[in-house]
């Protein structure tokens, strides 16, 4: 009786231990995609880019990704590997890198598409642990929808021009 309520101690405190070195390594490292819902026309590619940050005290491997997509989306995952660090020291962080590319194949049909990105590594150059997954959207419409910052790009022609044509008038 004594060895299995002694068996049963040692279970507990190995799960316990390996429950708590789990929690400090996703504690340890931290994912998001930039921009994580974007607009497209059938036959755009897009790119989505990405921050990672080691904030632990060891280093963390960068050993690979998946990715899950819907049909009519061509993802090309290149662009991690390319891209980013084989592994991250502590309080390293990488900025806007490209993760990854999707071209939205001619003729998919409208709507709204989702899928998750997960970057894999851990301690090792061995390990293929999930390390953290984010998903993205991508909206496919009739066209592409600008962004923001090409918006503001036009206005500020367009306000650059009506004042030159202001000043030669007057």
């Known amino acids: ?4 309520r002694r068996f049963s101690i040692l279970l507990a405190m190995t799960v316990g231990l390996l429950l708590c070195g789990t929690a ?11 921009l994580a819902t974007q607009h497209a026309a059938p036959g755009d590619t897009l790119a989505f880019s990405g921050t990672v940050s080691n904030t632990g005290t060891s280093p963390i491997y ?10 009519g989306l061509v993802v090309d995952d290149s662009l991690f590997l390319i891209n980013f660090p084989a592994f991250l020291n502590p309080g390293e962080t990488t900025l806007n890198e ?17 899928g998750t990105f997960e970057i894999l590594g ?11 997954a984010q998903d993205f959207t991508v909206n496919v419409t009739d066209t ?27």
Do not use: C, Q, W
């Open 62 to 71: 960068l050993n690979g990704d998946t990715i899950t997509a819907v049909d």
């Open 1 to 4: 009786m004594k060895s299995v």
């Open 98 to 114: 490209e993760l990854f590319s999707l071209l939205v194949m001619p003729g998919t049909p409208f709507g709204s598409y989702t």
């Open 144 to 170: 592409a929808v600008p962004e923001p910052s090409s918006l503001l790009l036009l206005a500020s022609g367009m306000a650059a021009l009506a004042g030159t044509l202001r000043r030669r008038l007057t």
């Open 122 to 132: 851990g301690s090792d150059g061995d390990a293929h642990d999930v390390l953290s």
């Open 24 to 34: 400090a390594k996703a504690d340890s490292f931290s994912f998001t995609i930039d």
